[in-house]
């Protein structure tokens, strides 16, 4: 298909409410990225998947935060309760195979409002 | 905390002037990539250079890798106002599999 894609695209939330994020990577990407980014900052690794192997979840700011990927298709972001230093945009990116010099397509990202 | 750190963080020049911008890391590194970011949202990857490179051409774009003393940097020539985006370094680190991303540099390039 096309690129990474990812929804919604924008997302307004309360306080304490769970909120879930999509991510559609690239057919055939093995390995799937999740990363935060706060107003003006840079990237902030959350998670990793690459294939069937145990994803690397070092980057998970809290115990609110869990991501699963069902094979090598779509993965969910799920934030517990939210807070509202939640805020940012949550980029999704993709590689093909598990080549380091393989570059990462990433998705528009969802923007993601609690208040 | 982020590896990379990019320096300026914000650069503005006119049309037709060339952009540098570095970043620099505190670990080994199997690669260093540059990143452009419009308007907040996804990436989008410019080039790669694998630690045992020293310099990378892609168009108008150039890139150096300096690794004893951890540092890259990335040459814009011949500015355009559509140039105008936030540059990010990332790298990825020897035994990781994951690319580190530094703060960014935005760029403002005036017609």
């Known amino acids: 298909g096309a690129g990474v894609s990812q929804s919604p695209s924008n997302k307004v939330t309360e306080k304490g409410k769970d909120v879930e994020l999509r991510c559609d990577p690239i057919s055939g990407h093995t390995a799937l990225y999740w990363y935060r980014q706060r107003l003006g900052q840079g990237l902030e690794f959350l998670i990793y998947f690459q294939g069937n192997s145990a994803p690397d979840k070092s980057g998970l700011p809290s115990d609110r935060f869990s991501a699963e990927r069902t094979g090598e298709s779509v993965s969910t972001l799920t934030i517990q309760r939210t807070q509202q230093e939640d805020s940012a945009v949550y980029l999704c990116?993709?590689?093909?195979?598990?080549?380091?010099?393989?570059?990462?397509?990433f998705g528009p990202g969802t923007r993601l409002t609690v208040l | 905390s982020q590896q990379g750190e990019e320096d300026p963080q914000a650069l503005s020049i006119q049309e037709g002037e060339n952009a540098t911008m570095n970043c620099s890391y505190k670990t080994s590194i199997n690669n260093l990539q540059w990143y452009r970011q419009n308007s907040g949202r996804g990436l989008v990857h410019l080039i790669l250079?694998?630690?045992?490179?020293r310099e990378k051409h892609s168009g108008r774009l150039r890139v150096t890798l300096d690794t004893s003393k951890k540092s890259s940097s990335l040459l814009i020539t011949a500015s355009r106002a559509a140039d105008t985006a936030s540059y990010f370094c990332?790298?990825?680190?020897?035994?990781?599999?994951?690319?580190?991303f530094g703060t960014g540099t935005r760029l403002q390039v005036f017609p």
């Open positions: 990332a790298t990825d680190r020897v035994n990781t599999d994951k690319l580190i």
């Open positions: 250079i694998r630690s045992n490179e």
């Open positions: 990116a993709s590689r093909s195979g598990n080549s380091i010099y393989n570059e990462q397509f």
